[in-house]
């Protein structure tokens, strides 16, 4: 009896562990968080994780409308840090011009940021891409205006220009989530770090995919009209301005595609609001090159009309 039941603790001691209760100082895996994995394909993935951290997120669709709402929200301190710095620089006209700028910039970005809040609802995702990138470089403008004016005698800029960057950080994780939804999915255990056309990667047309290395064809074979240079081929435009005004207007209809074969073009390109659903697509970065090379010195010519290509009418 005593051996039996001795038999008996020994064998329940042996299968006890195993079958009910966890191994000593190993407990299960954690079940994959999907914002760290979504923050894998962000610039600084330890600072996206640190910025989700306050409000737990659940799938893709959470993580960017809670990214989306941290960047707006930041982007409202920012404005109100730079009205501070514009009250606040009385009697210098350069910091009163900057700052004046910059509350321009981020009343655009938190317009682009709404819209893309409003956008995304409807899963409308090229659109938000679109103007989260608008929202993006906004910001980085306004910070890197700042930074002209900034110098050792007052905090006052400085702290504004730190607020700015890290709006400028969460508007970029925004993005990067938005891009890999696009791309690869509302599953972010499939996202993968995002390749763009700065690695020489161009996306898989319509619907997502994986980017390709090369311009997809069917791209090209789509184009309503071509531009190159004249000893280069046969095309429709010598300019990328006349190939604009060749869209027609208010369109509702399709896109007009453009295609700009490799060449450098030294000339300054302007969308009117009338052209709509314009696609303007090129041979490759360092390939197809446009560029106005407008600058403040010039007469009549302030920051505001120097970019090369903008949606505006001078
Ligand atoms: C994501 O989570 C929200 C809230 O829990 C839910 O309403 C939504 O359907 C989920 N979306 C997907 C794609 O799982
Ligand atoms: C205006 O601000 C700039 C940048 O902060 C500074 O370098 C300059 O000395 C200021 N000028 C005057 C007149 O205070
Ligand atoms: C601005 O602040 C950063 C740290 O917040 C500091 O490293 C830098 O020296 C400051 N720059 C100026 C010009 O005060
Ligand atoms: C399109 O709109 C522009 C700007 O208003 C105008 O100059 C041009 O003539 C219009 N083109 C056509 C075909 O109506
Ligand atoms: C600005 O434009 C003028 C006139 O074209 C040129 O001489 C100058 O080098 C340009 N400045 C910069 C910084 O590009």
């Known amino acids: 009896m005593a051996f039996i039941s001795i038999l008996l603790t020994s064998l329940l001691i042996v299968i006890h562990p195993t079958s009910s209760a966890p191994w000593p100082n190993s407990p299960p895996p954690p079940p994959p968080n999907p914002a760290q994995q979504a923050c894998k394909v962000t610039k600084d993935p330890k600072k996206c994780e640190e910025s989700l951290k306050e409000s737990p997120t659940k799938n893709a669709t959470e993580i960017i409308q809670t990214a989306l709402d941290i960047s707006y929200s930041t982007n409202l301190i920012a404005q109100s840090m730079t009205q501070s710095l514009y009250e606040a620089s009385v009697g210098n ?45 906004y910001q980085y403008d306004c910070w890197s205006e700042l930074q002209i004016v900034n110098n050792e005698d007052t905090d006052l800029i400085n702290d504004t220009m730190t607020f700015v960057d890290t709006l400028v950080g969460y508007t970029s994780n925004a993005l990067s989530f938005i891009m890999a939804f696009d791309v690869y999915g509302d599953q972010t255990a499939s996202w993968k770090p995002l390749k763009t056309e700065r690695d020489g990667f161009w996306e898989g047309g319509g619907g997502g995919g994986e980017p390709e290395l090369e311009i997809p064809l ?97």
């Open 93 to 137: 006209l350069s910091v009163i011009t900057i700052t004046k700028n910059c509350l321009d910039y981020l009343e655009n970005s938190a317009y682009r940021l709404i819209s893309t809040i409003d956008a995304f609802e409807d899963r409308e995702i090229k659109n938000c891409r679109a103007w989260t990138s608008a929202a993006l470089t």
């Open 218 to 314: 069917r791209l090209l074979a789509r184009s309503d009209v071509s531009v190159c240079k004249p000893d280069y081929d046969q095309c429709t435009y010598e300019t990328v301005q006349e190939a604009v005004n060749a869209a027609p207007n208010w369109s509702r209809g399709w896109r007009f595609v453009i295609y700009v074969m490799k060449g450098f073009y030294e000339e300054t390109v302007r969308v009117g609001i009338e052209k709509q659903h314009v696609v303007i697509i090129g041979d490759g970065m360092g390939r197809t090159i446009i560029a106005g090379s407008l600058n403040v010195s010039q007469p009549g010519v302030y920051t505001y009309n120097t970019p090369t290509l903008g949606e505006s009418s001078l």
